[in-house]
């Protein structure tokens, strides 16, 4: 397996390139550039001063040029400054931005995973059942509504009945969560009043990802007990609950090892809508903001990390499979 994962490491590099090359080239290649932020709405600036800011930045360049450039310092950790905030776009981030997306996003995919696994074997096991019927009709509509549709709903319905929930939500500040208590309150009233702007975004996140691994924890299930070691259990006199637990699930778990290893960079590109809807201030909203405001150097490391998770737990999720299942061996 050393070997195995020794490899795939190795074909990250090359990956990795083609993406940033990709991102470069698309965030280059769209309408306005940095410059263009900073003079705007100054009447008192000149062609030649544009055309100097311009060169200074090296926006005169070819975006190819400027990508070489850019990957040369990317290599020893130097990935520019924020435009918007004149700190290094890697310590913004990290400092600032990536603490909030962790703090929606790990809950999200924890409870959503506990919750999704015994509504899908229960669905599995009540097949055609009325329960069965309505969890299917709440996948369903789950998966089909739009992010920022369900967003606004819960948070006009939430800010009419209970409003207590919402407040603050849009007025939390680029750099952090806001709050109504002072530190000096202590940290559990700081906790408790920060589950305030946490819940509703937490809530929208993990509607799809409980429907998603609902639907494939059922079908998985259906699928192991119709095979013949579990046919072979119950001719044995087993108690069916022991046949679930002991033999059945075991086997559909296995599948679910991937759906939560891609899940996971799929939750943090997918809170940028939820980010933006709620003003969490978030890795999500960060590259939103970052596009609006041509703030090249926080997009780039904001796509790069969402890159660099997708092919790390790709690997990670490859390597799980050979620990769950004992019939996959990498050698």
């Known amino acids: 397996m050393g070997t195995y994962a020794l490899r795939r490491v190795i074909q990250m590099i090359p990956l990795l390139l083609v993406i940033s090359l990709v991102i470069f080239g698309l965030t280059a290649l769209q309408p306005g550039d940095p410059v263009d932020q900073l003079v705007f709405g100054n009447s008192n600036i000149t062609p030649e001063d544009i055309a100097r800011l311009r060169a200074a930045y090296g926006l005169d360049q070819p ?6 450039f850019w990957l040369q310092q990317a290599v020893t950790g130097n990935f520019g400054y924020s435009q918007d905030f004149g700190i290094p776009a890697l310590e913004y981030i990290f400092q600032n931005r990536l603490p909030n997306t962790l703090l929606l996003t790990v809950p999200a995919l924890v409870i959503s995973t506990l919750i999704a696994v015994p509504l899908g074997i229960f669905s599995a096991v009540r097949q055609y059942s009325v329960l069965d019927y309505l969890l299917t009709f709440f996948a369903f509509v789950a998966v089909s509504a739009p992010v920022f549709w369900v967003g606004a709903l819960a948070l006009y319905f939430f800010a009419i009945y209970l409003p207590q929930l919402t407040g603050g ?16 309150a202590g940290w559990l009233a700081v906790t408790l009043d920060k589950l305030k702007y946490l819940l509703l975004p937490l809530m929208i996140l993990m509607l799809r990802e409980i429907a998603v691994t609902m639907r494939f924890m059922r079908a998985n299930m259906l699928e192991t007990l119709t095979q013949d070691y579990v046919r072979t259990a119950r001719a044995k006199g087993l108690a069916d609950r022991r046949v679930l637990y002991k033999h059945a ?5 296995t599948p679910i090892v991937t759906i939560m290893g891609l899940s996971i960079p799929g939750l943090f ?3 940028v809508i939820t980010e933006t809807v709620f003003s969490w201030p978030g890795m999500g909203k960060a590259i939103l903001d970052a596009l609006v405001t041509k703030d090249f150097n926080v997009v780039m490391v904001c796509l790069m990390m969402l890159a660099l998770l997708t092919v790390v737990f790709q690997l990670l999720t490859d390597l799980a499979y050979a620990l769950v299942d004992p019939r996959i061996r990498y050698s």
């Not at 939500?169 to 000096?184: A, M, N």
């Open 63 to 68: 975006w190819i040029t400027r990508y070489f």
């Open 169 to 184: 939500l849009l007025s939390l500040p680029p750099g952090g969560l806001g709050g109504d208590v002072p530190p000096e």
């Open 269 to 271: 590109g997918g809170a």
């Open 249 to 253: 699930l075991r086997n559909a778990v």
